[in-house]
């Protein structure tokens, strides 16, 4: 039975040693293992393709409006038909990939490289200098990312730079928790204080020893960012404060779709929408896939 | 000893198999032994020869991808390897009691010891958790825990490791079972305290005379405890008979090898401790002959060949070719430390 | 268990003056100066000075956080020239009902996800567990707002089962029309389960390696009593801690939730005063939120000690 075979196999009983297995070796365990992750990968590279070598192939205006031409649909003009400016929608969605994925990335470097420079420097001090950095992280956090955002994209005009950063700087409070826990259980181990009595100094060890030994719960989050990011992004987009076009991206296309629900222009409607889904999705699978994968590591350690 | 009365165990070419991801090792390769009513027996060995896989497979708490592949395990007349898993169940923790090695992770954090004490007796004997708990007290008192009936609201993590295991003791003597395995309970626990629980052991053979199983990689222990010793090497029982004859009077060259590693009060600080060279074998590919052979000072063509069968009368076996003269065996040379 | 709740309320209260720096910090960099920025594009050069002077905006920083703090512990978090109303009244017209939503909202989705992710757990890898996961990714990974209008198509206008918009009202209306509650609840649970069901369920699978469930097979425990005597009980002790960490999630469903059914809530509250760029209302509700999800972080952290024997029996 189903429950018995889990359950079983929660026991380690036995010394037979099961041969402990690289960290590389494991996420590409992983993706042979998780079908869905396995799925997941070809289907991004898939979507990279489409946002960035697609333009080249199937040529459309994305600058110049056609008012004349609007909500025209799906035709061999117009594969996916025209937006309510004349934007040919396929092509839209194309570019408005580009940015979604240029930002979400670009947020998640962000995210990750100040986080974990974050936690790790507040993990590894310790005391005093870490509880505070530690209540500022908590302190940013009790304010909800869309709140924070909403108040920002009011102040200021969004741009691709601006939202990169802007999320950025709101996603790397998680990083910075996990590479902090994760800084304070390495820091007494054996080796670190091997090191220390080889003479090395804070920063060798932080940079060289420790932020090594987070990459997996790191790679782990950054997968995640970059699919809140997304959502994030398009939320704001359907606030109205998301960038302003001709520059297109997929959360931006679907809330001005929204507006055409009921006319039946479904081109308008469910193509970011699913584009959206599509990419979030996929993301999500392979961040699931690499916990799964780590955490079992981090197990039989 | 064994003879008149049924043995409460018997083991028979017992095969045991895990399989992992790309290869399947033989852990337990056609083992058999015995245990009646009333001894104690120790199963000794390295880590990774097996012995755990065969307190284990007496359960049939193999974890996944271990499976009994061959033999028969006979408790009290039954094969428990044959059985359903319904029916192993229900003699789990009421004909055979297991305390496990690790007294902090064994209990459940969030249950009450007295819960976890009672729970047995909750399973096999129908009883009402108020009753069984009752019952949990006087054998919390048995084990020598003081102020039973306080203890048995408490939680694992108030009480220390001793106090843990002794706590793993009466779990699994609750029902009264016929034969308790111990696998490697002093293991976790410091110097002191390892004395006290296996004192405690003692004191329970001699009150209560059931059988046990004492698996253990700790020589010291079984010198203290066991009727019987069984030695493991590598999957395969290589030495068996009473303690006595084990330490005095050693045939098996692995068996003398793991006496002279013990460190001595009589061994001078210039001497170096003395430890077995090589490694135990790939156990997915084992040697056609004596598995010890690799590593034997004394091995020849011979051990190579195949598996040595046992020699010797029935209460002292060998499988060894070259084993050791009576005159010259180490246990009789100065005192095994205790 | 005390040094625990102390050390975590003293933590709190830090956390808190930080979030009342970060807004006040906020509110000073807003274009155009406070003032203008405050009282609109209308207002005269007077007002502006009188503004200033009443907000000790000539004094240094320290001291105008100080008179800030002071008048936000009093109760006064600032007017709102938009709707002629102060922040606290409207806050306090509308945070019962973004509670309300919140709160119905959490619990279902708790009360979907955890027997979802223990189940997952004891079938791990295997067909279902698969197909839950797709599901509940595939709903989590669906922007609020698109989800929001997928429901409102199919339940409001094709089917006609569910109002398109969510009562209006005060409290009391809203509570008697809990039809009008469905969609807006279904929108904010469909997104989290995942997020619950998923933690549970790595919790689950974390308890089933632990050696006390080799223990309780020892003692001849069937795989059902193991599973829900042992297991569960361990699993879902940190669920609760999880429940204050998906406060701020589930706030922003709030606010996306809201805005699509039109929910006179404190989302829509925010998100208007985005619009209209009223800044005295959009850092009120940016305080009380964040002020809320700390304590909610608390009590959730309280919860969690009293849960779990090791943490409450312990001296300190």
């Known amino acids: ?117 974050w936690g790790a420097i507040s993990g590894y001090l310790g005391g005093l200098v870490d509880g505070i950095m530690m209540r500022v992280v908590d302190a940013i956090l009790a304010i909800p990312a869309l709140f924070l955002l909403l108040f920002l994209a009011a102040i200021t005009v969004p741009s691709v730079g601006t939202l990169i950063l802007v999320v950025g700087l709101i996603a790397w409070l998680i990083p910075a928790r996990l590479v902090r826990a994760e800084t304070l259980s390495l820091r007494t181990r054996e080796y670190v204080e091997a090191v220390k009595v080889m003479g090395g100094g804070p920063t060798r060890i932080v940079v060289r020893h420790i932020v090594p030994n987070t990459i997996g719960t790191v790679a782990v989050n950054a997968t995640f960012q970059v699919a809140d990011a997304i959502l994030l992004v398009a939320a704001l987009s359907f606030l109205g404060l998301g960038i302003p076009p001709p520059a297109a991206n997929w959360g931006g296309m679907l809330s001005n779709g929204l507006n055409y629900t009921y006319s039946g222009y479904w081109w308008l409607v469910y193509p970011p929408g699913v584009m959206i889904v599509l990419t979030v999705v996929c993301f999500n699978f392979i961040g699931d896939a690499l916990r799964d994968a780590f955490e079992v590591r981090l197990r039989r350690r | 000893m064994t003879g008149e009365q049924a043995p409460v165990l018997e083991v028979e070419e017992l095969q045991v198999d895990i399989a992992l991801r790309r290869s399947t090792v033989h852990a337990v390769d056609g083992v058999s032994f015995s245990i009646g009513p009333g001894e104690t027996v120790g199963l000794v060995g390295e880590s990774g020869c ?55 992770t064994s209990l459940n954090p969030t249950m009450t010891i007295g819960a976890q004490v009672a729970e047995p007796l909750v399973i096999h004997r129908g009883a009402s958790m108020r009753v069984a708990r009752g019952r949990a007290a006087e054998l919390l008192e048995l084990v020598g825990l003081p102020s039973p009936t306080k203890q048995l609201d408490r939680f694992p993590h108030q009480l220390s490791g001793g106090m843990r295991q002794r706590v793993s003791l009466a779990t699994a003597l609750a029902c009264e079972p016929a034969l308790l395995v111990a696998d490697e309970p002093t293991t976790a626990l410091d110097v002191t305290t390892q004395d006290q629980i296996l004192e405690l052991l003692a004191r329970l053979r001699a009150e209560i005379g059931m059988a046990v199983l004492l698996i253990t990689h700790d020589l010291g222990v079984v010198a203290g405890q066991a009727d019987r010793v069984l ?91 070259h084993p050791v003269e009576q005159a010259t065996a180490v246990g009789s040379q100065s005192q095994v430390a205790p | 268990m005390t040094g625990y709740v102390l050390r975590r309320a003293g933590q709190a209260v830090v956390v808190l ?300």
């Not at chain 2, 790939?282 to 011979?302: H, I, K, M, N, V």
């Open chain 1, 1 to 117: 039975m189903a429950v018995d075979m889990q359950i079983a196999e929660g026991m380690q009983g036995t010394e037979e040693a099961v041969p402990q297995e690289g960290a590389l070796r494991l996420a590409a365990d992983v993706f042979l293992e998780n079908k869905l992750a396995l799925a997941s990968a070809i289907m991004i590279v898939l979507i990279v393709l489409f946002c960035f070598v697609g333009p080249h192939i199937y040529h459309t205006d994305q600058i110049h409006t056609n008012i004349s031409n609007a909500n025209q649909p799906p035709s061999r003009a117009h594969l996916l038909g025209t937006d309510d400016v004349g934007y040919d929608q396929l092509g839209r969605l194309m570019v408005g990939g580009q940015t979604s994925l240029e930002v979400a990335l670009g947020a998640a470097a962000v995210a990750v490289v100040f986080g974990v420079l």
């Open chain 2, 50 to 104: 097996g012995k755990t896989t065969i307190g284990l497979a007496l359960m049939q708490l193999l974890p996944v991808g271990g499976s009994i592949v061959g033999g028969a395990i006979r408790l009290e007349g039954r094969d428990v390897a044959a059985l359903p898993e319904d029916e192993v169940r229900k003699l789990r923790g009421d004909r055979i009691g297991i305390v496990f090695q690790d007294p902090l």
């Open chain 2, 231 to 321: 030695v493991m090497y590598a999957g395969k029982l290589v030495e068996a008979g009473t303690t006595n004859r084990i330490f005095y009077e050693t045939r098996h060259r692995y068996t003398e090898a793991l006496l002279r590693s013990i460190p001595r009060m009589t061994t001078s600080r210039e001497e170096a401790l003395y430890s077995i060279p090589g490694q135990p074998p790939d156990l997915s590919r084992p040697p056609r002959g004596c598995r010890f052979a690799a590593r034997c000072a004394y091995s020849t063509e011979e051990c190579l060949a195949e598996v040595p069968p046992f020699v010797g009368p029935p209460e002292h076996v060998h499988a060894c070719v």
């Open chain 3, 17 to 316: 003056l930080l979030v009342t720096v970060i807004v006040f910090l906020l509110l000073h960099e807003l274009p155009g100066g406070t003032a203008r920025a405050v009282l609109g594009p209308m207002a005269t050069k007077d007002s502006i000075a009188q503004f200033e002077k009443q907000h000790y905006l000539d004094k240094p920083l320290p001291v105008q956080y100080w008179h800030w703090l002071d008048s936000v512990l009093h109760g006064d978090l600032g007017f709102s020239y938009n709707q002629n109303e102060s922040v606290a009244q409207l806050l306090s017209e509308r945070l019962p009902k973004t509670v309300l939503l919140a709160g119905v909202s959490v619990v279902l989705a708790l009360l979907i996800a955890i027997p979802l992710g223990f189940f997952q757990a004891l079938r791990r890898n295997k067909p279902v567990d698969y197909a839950f996961t797709g599901l509940t990714f595939i709903f989590y990974s669906t922007p609020a707002f698109w989800l929001a209008l997928i429901l409102i198509t199919v339940f409001a206008i094709h089917w006609q089962i569910f109002p398109a918009q969510a009562p209006q009202g005060n409290f009391k209306d809203i509570i008697s029309h809990p039809e009008g509650m469905v969609l807006p609840v279904a929108t904010i649970v469909l997104v989290s389960v995942a997020f619950f069901s998923r933690y549970v369920r790595s919790s689950t699978l974390e308890n089933l390696l632990q050696d006390y469930v080799r223990t309780a097979r020892a003692k001849g425990a069937s795989t059902k009593r193991v599973a829900y005597r042992h297991v569960l009980r361990n699993a879902l002790v940190p669920v609760v801690t999880l429940a204050g960490v998906a406060l701020p999630f589930v706030f922003a469903g709030t606010l996306i939730s809201e805005e699509v059914f039109n929910y006179p809530g404190m989302g829509l509250l925010y998100y208007n005063a985005a619009v209209a760029r009223d800044y005295p209302v959009l850092l009120g509700v940016t305080l009380v939120v964040a002020a809320a999800t700390v304590i909610g972080s608390l009590l959730a952290d309280i919860g969690y000690a009293l849960l779990d024997p090791r943490v409450r029996y312990t001296k300190g």
